[in-house]
């Protein structure tokens, strides 16, 4: 198995941290694989010790459906100083968390125009 240099992964982080995703990139920089990543739930971060729980993991199924269970060995299973392995971690979750937040309730507005234009089509089936 070929392994990156610490430049090599420096390069890479510079560039990661530009993406979308950048958070999950810095976590994999931490040493998480991709399922582990992707079964992260928020609880299990921890944004003052700056330390992850590994505690899922998420895996694609067919294509098109994924499951999420127990990481695939004992050892995944366990708490990942991220901020003291990568610096600047904590802010990228942060950015994240907040984005999140944000689709959230922008998605919600979205949901509750949609039911106020039906009431005001036909107000009598709001009312129930």
């Known amino acids: 198995m070929a392994s990156n240099d610490p430049q090599e992964l420096l390069q890479f982080r510079v560039v990661a941290d530009q993406d979308e995703w950048a958070a999950g990139w810095r ?31 998420r895996v694609q199924l067919d294509g098109h459906r994924t499951a999420t269970d127990d990481p695939k060995s004992s050892a995944s299973r366990r708490t990942v ?3 003291d392995i990568q ?27 949609v039911r106020l234009r039906a009431c005001e089509s036909d107000w009598a089936s709001c009312q129930a």
């Open 87 to 113: 610096p600047g971690t904590v802010a990228l979750l942060l950015s994240l968390k907040a984005r999140q937040a944000a689709d959230q309730a922008q998605a919600w507005c979205r949901v509750r125009r």
């Open 81 to 83: 100083p991220v901020e």
């Open 27 to 57: 976590l994999t920089l931490c040493g998480l694989c991709r399922s582990g990543v992707l079964g992260m739930k928020w609880d299990a971060v921890d944004l003052i010790k700056g330390e992850v729980r590994v505690e899922a993991g």
